[in-house]
């Protein structure tokens, strides 16, 4: 309909103006752009490239031909950090709603649990990474429990599981708080116990509302299980310090720090626009 | 005639503040109770006592001559037999119309899905709305997202219907597509108790008319006594403030 009334439809002379002034001042800002680009950065690398120490740095730190030597080993440690990222990824998943349910039930049966979820919470979200990994790296083995590996790989995936369970479980909560209460009487005023509201309506309008945390919480995730080198599991971190220090020179560390960074970034590009569209769907629900 | 609600002496505060006050009514089969009264006279507290969503303080409800005051009563199995429509419309945004109005039959009463969309399908045929089915409640106006509300409470085929201020959040070109439908409703002899501030439909759909008060029945009777007779001093400035708003 909009279509055929606009294809009858010429822009008007003063609108014609409009266009070629507005392109004027959006040239204008993209020249200010780039000049001010220009200068911040060349101003810093010409600080790079003329402090005392640079020639040891440029040696030391980017030695292209030692970074082509250690990459495959380097992304070979990679493939463990990202396997242990989808593994944990979905051991935590699934570990931070039951924990997000049973912080929110006002079952009575269910208390004792309830008490137990957010002592867990507490405790894992207060405690430094990395203390935590080395105690169940280090902590368990002791215990010489019989059935439970004393794989490294292993614990220290549970380590971080253990603490991003916590993390997630309140972002998973503060969803289903978020959820207008008028919800909750809609679904109970049609008969829905309180477990059909939660699952049916409630649930599903938290976890959408979530995402683009919880997408943030999966870069952090895969930046932290470089974290589990500490035990000795060769991953990226780690296969990069072995190689450091055989030789000194530490380009492997930025190999894996650029490694790295060519995932984090996009997921975080995708992770921002998941955000922004969220916002824009939220503003438009205004009716409800 | 059998009595399909019966109230008997409500009380009901929050906190400090009483909004119901040794508050008692009956609801003959069949017939609509038009509750009126400014804000905060405790009408919506009403309808929410009655489908259990807060508990009463004293007083006694009855439906069907049984009592769901009464705290070991099942309150899901009395919520099946209310249906509820709120202001706000409360559709649920993640679902489609047909998936908001078959939510409760498939899930509450076990109907199968096929039985449970044809059911809904014809309901949504009969009140203009067959082409939104598919169609989320954000993409709808305010009069078709309460419309589709009222069809979902509809669909469980309640004894008694419960409507607070449907039309309070629509502007007045799309209260009367509302409104439409309760009278539908009302001609089919669905029992009814509804608050509203539109005294022109009230006259039209009431029974018996109630005007509330500080959390009491103040004057009660037919709508030609209550909203063009009344007797109470309070009654009749409350109409007066309402007719000088334009609403009668």
Known sequence: MSENQNSAWSPSSREIQRRSSRRAISRKQASIAAASSIFVLGTLLVILVTSPGWQTVKTTFFDIEYGKEVFPTVVKGLWINLQLTFIGGAAIGIIALGLALLRTTKSPALTPFRFLATAYVDIFRGAPLILIILLVGFGVPALELKGISSNVIFLGTVAVVLTYSAYVAEVIRSGILSIHPSQRAAARSLGLTSGQTMRFVVLPQAIRRVVPPLLNDFVSLLKDTGLVSILGVTDAVRAAQINASRTFNYTPYVVAAILFLLITIPMTRYTDRAIRQRTSAQNSEGAI | ?248
Not at chain 2, 210 to 216: A, V
Not at chain 2, 219 to 232: C, M
């Open chain 2, 1 to 248: 005639m059998a009595n399909v609600l019966e109230l008997s002496k409500i009380r009901k505060s929050f906190g400090a503040e009483l909004v119901l006050n040794d508050l008692s009514l009956s609801v003959p089969e069949h017939t609509a109770t038009v509750l009126i009264g400014a804000s905060g006279s405790g009408k919506s507290t009403l309808l929410r006592c009655i489908n259990l969503l807060e508990s009463i303080d004293d007083g006694q409800i009855f439906l069907d001559g049984e009592e769901i005051s009464d705290p070991l009563i099942n309150v899901d199995e009395v919520r099946r037999k209310l249906g509820m429509v709120f202001q706000s419309f409360n559709l649920f945004p993640h679902k489609t119309v047909l998936e908001n109005i078959t939510l409760a039959p498939i899930k509450v009463q076990g109907k199968n899905k096929d039985e449970a969309t044809t059911a809904a399908l014809a309901l949504l045929k009969r009140f203009d709305l067959a082409d939104k089915a598919d169609q989320y409640p954000d993409r709808l106006s305010g009069g078709q997202q309460q419309r589709v509300a009222i069809i979902r409470s509809l669909a469980l085929n309640p004894r008694l219907l419960l409507l607070d201020e449907i039309t309070s959040a629509l502007d007045p070109v799309l209260v009367n597509e509302v409104l439409s439908i309760v009278r539908d409703l009302k001609s089919d002899g669905m029992t009814m108790v509804l608050a509203t501030h539109e005294m022109g439909f009230a006259t039209q759909v009431a029974d018996e008319v109630c005007f509330l008060e500080s959390g009491n029945i103040l004057e009660r009777g037919s709508a030609q006594d209550v909203l063009h007779a009344p007797k109470n001093p309070k009654t009749q400035e409350f109409l007066k403030r309402v007719h000088q708003a334009g609403r009668l």
